[in-house]
């Protein structure tokens, strides 16, 4: 899978030049997009059928700091998939070196109501389960 490349712009520094902390959950979401188009399930088809997928949890662990003009090197994968849960992993490295390790939690709702995407998504399902024996495989 190709990972996701962030410029890390000037705005989203502070007055040390230093990235704000808070800009790394906006990376996480532009990288789990670009990864779900890659798998042929990009967001908008979700929207379209009246699913959305709010985030539940996040977690991240800043290793280093990030400058302007860095480019942020997304790595996603699928760390764990139920019927109602998704987990996705993040690792984002600058010229190799680790700066943050994260992971998010998701679910996927329709009309107000978290659905089983076993029975929902089934096609998504499958993909989702393959990304993670995947993702096992190369760890």
Known sequence: MKPYIHKVQYYETDKMGITN????????????????????????????NG???????IS??????TTYPDLIKIR????????FKLIVGYVMT??????????????F??????????????DFYRQLKAEEKRGQQNN
């Open 21 to 48: 902390n808070t800009n790394y959950v906006r990376f996480m979401e532009e990288a789990r997009n670009d990864y779900l188009a890659q798998i042929n399930f990009p967001y908008s088809k979700f929207e379209d």
């Open 51 to 57: 699913i959305i997928s709010p985030v539940v949890k």
């Open 60 to 65: 991240c662990e800043y290793r280093k700091t």
């Open 76 to 83: 996603v994968r699928i760390l764990k998939v139920n019927r």
């Open 94 to 107: 600058v010229k190799g070196q680790i700066v943050c390790r994260a992971k998010s939690s998701h679910c």
């Open 109 to 122: 709702m329709t009309n107000g109501r978290i659905i089983n995407m076993e029975k929902q998504l089934p």
